[in-house]
């Protein structure tokens, strides 16, 4: 089994910057691509950003792009999403997910999830 544990959320003012991370426990050795997701109130959970066991592959959804960057440590095992220029549109709960493969990362098709940590744009 593999456990994810989210850090790093909080209440920021519009155009600040937060830096999420992802902590790996478990059978990490299992673990090929981490993607991050997040829900606001009353909405689907909507993919964000992904990163593959090749550290050089990322994707990152329109909304974020320029914006948000995913990264990873394979020897901390953790994933980092650093979001800068926040908009009260990125207000949500943010999920990391980790999957054991590098295919069909932007939907919600991953083995674990995290618990979340909660972000808060203020406008």
């Known amino acids: 089994q593999v456990q994810l544990v989210e850090s790093g959320g909080g209440l920021v003012q519009a155009g600040a910057s937060l830096t999420l991370t992802c902590a790996a426990s478990?059978?990490?050795?299992?673990?090929?691509?981490v993607g991050w997701f997040r829900q606001a109130p009353g909405k689907e959970r909507e993919f964000v950003a992904a990163?593959?066991?090749?550290?050089?592959?990322?994707f990152h959804a329109d909304s974020v792009k320029g914006r948000f960057t995913v990264s990873r440590d394979n020897a901390k095992n953790t994933v980092s999403l650093q979001m800068n220029s926040l908009k009260p549109e990125d207000t949500a709960v943010y999920y990391c997910?980790?999957?054991?493969?590098?295919?069909?990362?932007?939907?919600?098709?991953?083995?674990?999830w995290g618990q979340g940590t909660q972000v808060t744009v203020s406008s």
């Open positions: 997910a980790a999957k054991r493969s590098n295919s069909v990362l932007l939907t919600t098709q991953y083995e674990y």
């Open positions: 478990g059978r990490t050795g299992s673990i090929y691509a």
């Open positions: 990163i593959t066991s090749n550290p050089s592959h990322t």
